[in-house]
Nanobody, 125 residues
Framework: QVQLVESGGGLVQAGGSLTLSCAASGRTFSSYNLGWFRQAPGKEREFVAIINWSAISTYYADSVKGRFTISRDNAKNTVYLQMNSLKPEDTAVYYC??????????????????WGQGTQVTVSS
């Protein structure tokens, strides 16, 4: 069993930056692919960024490419999402997620086994 706890959300002006963190429990953290998803009011949960278990590969949604960076520190059981040049349309609840299926990249929420409680990010114009 893996427990994920996000932190770092908040209110920021457009053009600003935030860094989200997600701390995980569990001894097998380093074997999981990890993802950040977000959900805005009235919308479905969408993929934002993914990092594979070895941190060799990262993947981003087109809407955040060049602005967001996902990273992980397996020694600290933590995954990060650095968000720069934030836009009002980035406003959402951000979730980290983990999947035990690490031989492929999973882009949809229903492919992930463990979820954090979410952290609110609000970008004002």
């Amino acid at each position: 069993q893996v427990q994920l706890v996000e932190s770092g959300g908040g209110l920021v002006q457009a053009g600003g930056s935030l860094t989200l963190s997600c701390a995980a429990s569990g001894r097998t953290f380093s074997s999981y692919n990890l993802g950040w998803f977000r959900q805005a009011p009235g919308k479905e949960r969408e993929f934002v960024a993914i990092i594979n278990w070895s941190a060799i590969s990262t993947y981003y949604a087109d809407s955040v490419k060049g602005r967001f960076t996902i990273s992980r520190d397996n020694a600290k059981n933590t995954v990060y999402l650095q968000m720069n040049s934030l836009k009002p349309e980035d406003t959402a609840v951000y979730y980290c997620a983990a999947t035990t299926v690490n031989y492929k990249i999973s882009y949809t929420a229903n492919e992930y086994d463990y979820w954090g409680q979410g952290t609110q990010v609000t970008v004002s114009s």
